[in-house]
């Protein structure tokens, strides 16, 4: 996606924050990441290995993506938002989009990457979507499909575009 120096990106669902740290090193000293995840155990971990790396631009926040505002990010401050493995786990995928949609600045780059649905490996198949409902889905909450990107033998991902003004206020 082509982070640049000064970069400000969400990882919601940061897990173990391997993402948020490369994200980090990709904005570098200038830029900021913000780590959101649920789980007290998966921002514990994510703070031990930027430190370990001597990471200093990762903020770490607890939150239910599912409800809007929950980030605590501004509207539209974002230049990334990245959904690593989150929306397998959700029954409220609708929820997670716009909130990543607020954050999101007009133009910026949406980075989903996500369970196959047919791979062997992972977890329970009823979770998971395959890549034209996944995108259906995204694309239904304002966001232009771009390309698709490499995400190993069990993974796919993609990226879109932030489109249009979403007034997720009056829903």
Known sequence: ????????????????????????????????????DIQDS????????????????????????????????????QDAVLLTNILFQTENKAGILKESFRVLRQGGALVFVD??????????????LNENEIKALIEKEGYIFQKKIEAGAFHF?????????????SL
């Not at 369970?115 to 998971?128: I, N, Q, S, T, V």
């Not at 991902?157 to 206020?169: A, C, D, I, N, P």
């Open 1 to 36: 996606i082509n982070l640049k120096s000064g970069a400000q990106v969400a990882d919601f669902g940061c897990g173990t924050g391997d993402f948020a740290l490369a994200a980090a090193k990709a904005a570098g000293a200038d830029g900021q990441v913000s780590a959101i």
């Open 42 to 77: 998966a921002l514990s971990s994510a703070r031990s290995k930027a430190r370990m790396a001597g990471v200093l631009n990762i903020q770490l926040i607890k939150a239910n993506l599912e409800v809007y505002k929950s980030s605590g990010l501004p509207n539209e401050s």
């Open 115 to 128: 369970w196959l649905k047919e791979a062997d490996f992972g977890p329970a198949r009823g979770w998971r």
């Open 157 to 169: 991902g993609m990226v879109f575009r932030k489109s249009k003004v979403y007034k997720v206020e």
